[in-house]
């Protein structure tokens, strides 16, 4: 199984600490940090997608349960007129971030912020989060990642300049989070509140 690189820290941590009480205090301890490790390697795993083709195809940039899609929620979005899709991602997701959309990344923007309950609507303008605005031929879309309670890092592997192609992996999120995608007014949503979706397959919108 494939696993993040930002997990390793933690699996080799936890089995660590389990190799290290069995020697010195007694492996019924040392089997809580295995079971520990193998939630971390549970966490932090990556699996192969296949995306879908289609050039004006927006596809989910995250695993999760869509908290929002239509008109972008009051307060939270960039300057301008926006669509919204928030997905809520579980601890039990798959928290691998994917390029929505292909094209030219314009911009890379870390904000700090709290840590508020990610599905909670405010979470998009106050907690801490990380933007990446990708220029798709003259349309632009803007994919959010938000920490929440458990979520303390966000990792973002890409630059500004970067060529980026939609299903490709981009980053993660720690330990429960919610990614919000800023659509163009003129696209079509294609899913609903409650849907499930899959990172870097299911098919969120199309741009027109």
Not at 156 to 171: I, K, M, N, T
Request: overall charge neutral; some cysteine; proline content about 8%.
């Amino acid at each position: 199984m494939r696993l993040d690189s930002a997990g390793l820290p933690f699996i080799g941590g936890a089995l660590a600490l389990a190799f290290v009480s069995g020697a010195t205090i007694g492996w019924s301890l040392a089997l809580l940090f295995v079971v520990l490790g193998l939630f971390f390697a549970f966490f932090f795993r990556d699996p192969d997608r296949a995306p879908p083709s289609g050039p004006d195809q927006v596809l989910s940039p995250a695993d999760g349960r869509v908290l929002v899609a239509g008109p972008a929620v009051p307060g939270t979005p960039p300057p301008g007129e926006w669509l919204q899709v928030s997905i809520f991602l579980s601890p039990l997701d798959v928290h691998v971030n994917r390029i929505p959309a292909s094209g030219l990344v314009t911009r890379v923007a870390h904000t700090p912020g709290k840590f508020l309950p990610a599905y909670r609507h405010d979470a998009g303008s106050t907690n801490e989060r990380c933007e990446l605005w990708i220029d798709h031929y003259g349309q632009t879309i803007v994919a959010r990642q938000i920490v929440g309670v458990l979520a303390r890092r966000l990792v973002c592997r890409v630059q500004p300049g970067a060529a980026v192609r939609a299903g490709d992996r981009f980053g993660i999120m720690k330990f429960g989070s919610r990614m919000d995608v800023f659509l163009p007014s003129t696209a079509t949503i294609l899913v609903e509140i409650g849907d499930r979706v899959c990172g870097g397959e299911t098919v969120i919108a199309v741009l027109h």
